[in-house]
């Protein structure tokens, strides 16, 4: 949100959605003092496209669904402005992190600027310190590696300059229990695909220690324990999620074996 006196931030925003309208005016809001927000849709038959027309910052194109890294690169290839931020639907730009975003831009000393995404499940929201993938960049110095499936992230150029600051991203898309197994299904899916396609195949040893490693490093190395109830949920689906990624790629090898074993 604009507040009074604020100078518009020279960055452009981008996202993909699809089906987001039950958030997507939070995230939408929460950009609205950014000079553009190029919003790509792929296919909602819900209010998603009706509510993002209302807000004038943002420019909306329709562009059928070729996978995650492909449909980001070419939102992020859509923007005009020399620094870039990409957000998804179901999160929330604090006015903290616009502050740095702005600062950082105005400096012009650095080349990105990571941050944390603390996230809200179950009806808590999780602190978090961890500094995630490159989320703003300088739109010449970073583009998707278009071999990720899912968990695509941007690459940036050799000797770019990255900063740090710790003002939040807020994530709001782990609403449910139902939310999360459907999209951890998913992910593992693509996943598995992608490892199994780079020639990765599945290691009993990691297959028998990924799910107690995973939740002892989130439940007790990451502090998830603070947390009650819902961090002790969340520690166990993350856990199976790294189960489940390694199982499928087991399961995608004994696809491509010759002969089926009774």
């Not at 604020?6 to 993909?16: F, G, H, K």
């Not at 910052?57 to 931020?85: M, S």
């Not at 929330?92 to 992190?97: D, K």
């Amino acid at each position: 949100m604009v507040r009074e006196g604020q100078a518009i931030i020279c960055v452009s925003v981008y996202m993909v959605a699809c089906n987001e309208a039950r958030h997507i005016r939070r995230a939408l809001e929460s950009v609205r003092g950014f000079a553009e927000v190029v919003l790509v849709d792929s296919g909602s038959t819900d209010a998603t496209c009706e509510i993002a027309k209302t807000f004038p910052n943002v420019k909306c194109f329709h562009r059928e669904w070729p996978g995650y890294a492909q449909q980001k690169q070419w939102a992020l290839e859509h923007c005009t402005h020399e620094w870039v931020l990409n957000i998804d639907a179901d999160e929330e730009v604090t006015p903290e992190l616009a502050d740095a975003i702005a600062k950082a831009v105005a400096e012009n000393n650095t080349d990105a600027l990571r941050f944390p995404i603390p996230e809200v499940f179950l009806n808590r929201l999780f602190p978090s310190e961890i500094l995630t993938k490159i989320r703003c960049f300088r739109r010449a110095k970073g583009r998707y590696d278009l071999t990720n499936l899912v968990h695509e992230q941007v690459v940036l150029d050799d000797g770019a300059v990255v900063g740090v600051t710790p003002a939040p991203l807020r994530h709001y898309g782990m609403v449910s229990m139902a939310t999360v197994i459907r999209k951890q299904n998913a992910y593992s899916t693509l996943k598995a695909h992608e490892r199994f396609a780079k020639g990765r195949r599945c290691s009993l040893f990691r297959l028998m220690t990924l799910f107690p490693a995973t939740f002892f490093r989130g439940y007790i190395l990451k502090g998830g324990f603070r947390n009650g109830v819902p961090g002790f949920v969340s520690a166990v689906n993350a856990a199976y999620y790294s189960f489940a990624k390694e199982a499928k790629l087991y399961e995608l090898g004994l696809e491509s074996e010759t002969e089926v074993q009774l």
